[in-house]
């Protein structure tokens, strides 16, 4: 008679307790199974809160004012609207318009403070002024020149008009020194020659 032998077999745990211990599955989106807004509630200057592109594996939303409405119709997984902050998303819940004012304010001053700030490097700018405009300063065009400015000056010229052919001879017998004779006749009398003759005639010739 053959032994049979015991199989080792382990007691399996209820189904109910068996899938109690399987992980609970978190949805990327918060309102999976609510009704997104439609196209009647979501207009231009609504307030809501959406979920950007980057932010649907975590389910981030931010809240935001619609300015511009990007599809047409209703979607199920929301309407895709731009913010007037520039964010784009698909609407997930309707805010208070005030409310989403403010929130989108705060998200936008948080997003600017976390980007790095670049200075611009200075430019320097070129100015260019027209020196015909500047009349003060710029003359018109050089004096008027005739050809005789372009040769050396004569000193008889710069000097005036000279005096008259009488002023000339009076002033060569003024430089001149007058040649002196004496009397022939007497040898006492000294003078010119004028002079002379007149002694002559007056006291030897009388």
């Given at each position: 008679m053959a032994m049979q032998r015991p199989r080792n077999r382990q007691p399996r745990p209820p189904r109910q307790q068996q899938?109690?211990?399987r992980p609970?599955?978190?949805?990327?989106r918060p309102n999976q199974g609510q009704p997104v807004p439609t196209v009647q509630q979501v207009v231009p200057?609504?307030?809501?809160?959406?979920?950007?592109?980057?932010?649907?594996?975590?389910?981030?939303?931010?809240?935001?004012?619609?300015?511009?409405?990007?599809t047409k119709g209703n979607h199920p997984r929301g309407i895709k609207v731009r913010l007037r902050g520039g964010q784009v998303g698909r609407v997930q819940r309707m805010l208070a318009q005030s409310t989403g004012e403010a929130q989108s304010e705060a998200s936008n001053a948080t997003t600017s403070a976390a980007r790095p700030t670049t200075t611009?490097?200075?430019r320097f700018t070129h100015r260019y002024t027209d020196v015909?405009?500047?009349?003060?300063?710029?003359?018109e065009g050089p004096?008027?020149?005739s050809l005789a400015d372009f040769f050396p000056s004569d000193p008889a010229s710069t000097a005036g008009p000279g005096p008259?052919?009488?002023a000339s001879a009076d002033e060569s017998a003024a430089q001149s020194p007058k040649a002196t004779a004496r009397c022939p006749i007497c040898d006492a009398f000294e003078g010119d020659e004028v002079a002379v003759s007149y002694h002559v005639e007056r006291e030897h010739l009388t």
């Open positions: 899938s109690n211990s609970p599955r978190h949805n990327s200057g609504a307030g809501v809160s959406i979920v950007l592109k980057e932010d649907q594996p975590t389910g981030r939303e931010t809240p935001g004012t619609v300015q511009d409405i990007l611009a490097p200075a015909r405009l500047e009349e003060d300063d710029f003359p004096p008027p020149r008259g052919p009488d």
